[in-house]
T-cell receptor, first 115, second 110 residues
Framework: DGGITQSPKYLFRKEGQNVTLSCEQN?????MYWYRQDPGQGLRLIYY???????QKGDIAEGYSVSREKKESFPLTVTSAQKNPTAFYLC??????????????FGPGTRLTVL | KQEVTQIPAALSVPEGENLVLNCSFT??????LQWFRQDPGKGLTSLLL?????REQTSGRLNASLDKSSGRSTLYIAASQPGDSATYLC?????????FGKGNQVVVIP
């Protein structure tokens, strides 16, 4: 089955710790994205990558880091510098990185709770 | 900066009634507009994608229209069912990214 997988589904972290969220896709899509969702808020873009070994900051990149070493993988690290990391994190992809009318597909999400 | 608005934030309708959800955006220079469904604690499921050159898209009981010049899109769901209860999100496609509204939380009452 083609799709986007995110792991783990639930993640708990102590304050001051870094944590990495996994996102993998087997759709052969060039572009991948990370969003954050908070209650009552729309999705906010953290980072995106249009091609392997390249990525750009979104609207709320502070306290986060990413890498794109393989086409199918786009892990997100939430660092201790992120002031309010408790949220629902969603990974997405679309076929091409260029700004044409591509449909975006989403993974099931990871809920991160900082204790 | 693109701003996407969905009003009302929440609504309830009796089963069988048609649902009408509205989305407005401030910058008409868009590539496309996408409607998503989100169930509690889940990811987003794509419902319809309308390219900027199109006026509407249909899939089963769902129909979405796009009026770029006025910055509006409407999602129609015919003959609503309890299984349609969910949050519906509108997203506008700009260069390399989507800008999201906050969603319409819909409850269909049996």
């Amino acid at each position: 089955d083609g799709g986007i997988t995110q792991s783990p589904k639930y993640l708990f972290r102590k304050e001051g710790q870094n944590v990495t969220l996994s996102c993998e896709q087997n759709l052969n899509h060039d572009a991948m994205y990370w969003y954050r969702q908070d209650p009552g808020q729309g999705l906010r873009l953290i980072y995106y990558s249009q091609i392997v070994n390249d990525f750009q900051k979104g609207d709320i990149a502070e306290g986060y880091s990413v890498s794109r070493e393989k086409k199918e993988s786009f892990p997100l690290t939430v660092t201790s510098a992120q002031k309010n990391p408790t949220a629902f994190y969603l990974c997405a992809s679309n076929p091409r990185g260029s700004g044409t009318g591509n449909e975006q597909f989403f993974g099931p999400g990871t809920r991160l709770t900082v204790l | 900066k693109q701003e996407v608005t969905q009003i009302p934030a929440a609504l309830s309708v009796p089963e069988g009634e048609n649902l009408v959800l509205n989305c407005s955006f401030t910058d008409s220079a868009i590539y496309n507009l996408q409607w998503f469904r989100q169930d509690p604690g889940k990811g987003l499921t794509s419902l319809l994608l309308i390219q900027s050159s199109q006026r509407e898209q249909t899939s089963g009981r769902l129909n979405a229209s796009l009026d770029k010049s006025s910055g509006r899109s409407t999602l129609y769901i015919a003959a609503s069912q309890p299984g349609d209860s969910a949050t519906y999100l509108c997203a506008v496609g700009e260069n390399n990214r989507l800008a999201f509204g906050k969603g319409n939380q819909v409850v269909v009452i049996p």
